[in-house]
């Protein structure tokens, strides 16, 4: 049931951000005509109706967003209690013996940290994906109006991103799998230093400065090598980020000139603006 009210949730939510730039593009033309034929007692009855009905849509996007909230975090508790109940059955039933397998606890420790957040993520991951894919779709449509080279332009200027992304996700994993036993190495010296089980022997052995000494040592590495990757991907996505605002600088260059030579309204100008400069993001989005 959760499952199908998510999924109207993310039609909805998918198609409403082109209603809404589609009334902006009413309502900034509706505006220019009133002004461009002003009458003393002119009748103001279409421009009214497009703001209520622009009204009515930015509450319906604010509403559903509230309530797929609201869903989310209610499915995500019978997500999670699932993986919970699954783990257990699992560390429940396993022969006492794996417990002593340093290899099972790095698998342990893994599956336990990530049950609480990763399911969910990846199941609202693929949701978002869907919502993503029909806003593109209808976004993509819009900028076809503007010339059918805009929409191969904001995607092969949004592809390299992704790939960057993927790559660093894919290394990320790796690392992760790799570097487990430093991770719990790194927990488990916070653990002496902080849980109460351990206060008196701390004190009475003096032992804060060489759990702290170690703690920052076998951090400090494991951000490094963290850090090392993400900048790698900054340096990538920057040239990449670049590229791109030289193209959006090309096609919003071909906007206004549609606009100067009357081809095409203000409200019209507005409507691609808005479509390439979200379609953009939502396809950053859909890639991420």
Known sequence: GLSVLNSLLVLIRGVLPLVLLYLVKLLVDEIQQVIMTYQPGQDYSRLVMILVLAGAMFLINALSASFGTLVKEKQSYVISDFFDKLIHDKTTSLSYSFFEYPRYQNVFYRALNEAMVRPSRIYYGVLGLVQ?????????????????????????????????????????????????????????????????????????????????????????????????????????????????????????????????????????????????????????????
């Open 132 to 288: 993503n894919l029909i806003t593109l779709l209808v976004m993509g449509g819009v900028l076809l109006m503007v010339h059918w080279s805009v929409s191969l332009v904001l995607l092969a200027v949004t592809i390299p991103v992704g790939i960057i992304r993927l790559r660093y996700a894919v290394d990320m994993f790796r690392f992760k799998r790799n570097n487990t036993v430093t991770e719990r190495k790194v927990n488990y010296y916070n653990r002496l230093l902080t849980a109460p089980d351990f206060a008196k022997e701390l004190r009475v052995f003096n032992l804060a400065d060489v759990f702290r000494s170690r703690y920052e040592t076998f951090k400090k590495d494991w951000r490094k090598a963290q850090y090392r990757m993400l900048a790698r991907k900054t340096r990538n996505e920057i040239l990449v980020q670049v590229i791109a605002a030289v193209s959006f600088f090309l096609v919003y260059g071909l906007i206004a000139y549609k606009a100067f030579q009357k081809q095409i309204t203000i409200g019209q100008v507005v409507l691609y603006f808005l479509a390439l400069q979200r379609g953009y993001a939502y396809l950053q989005e859909f890639f991420g």
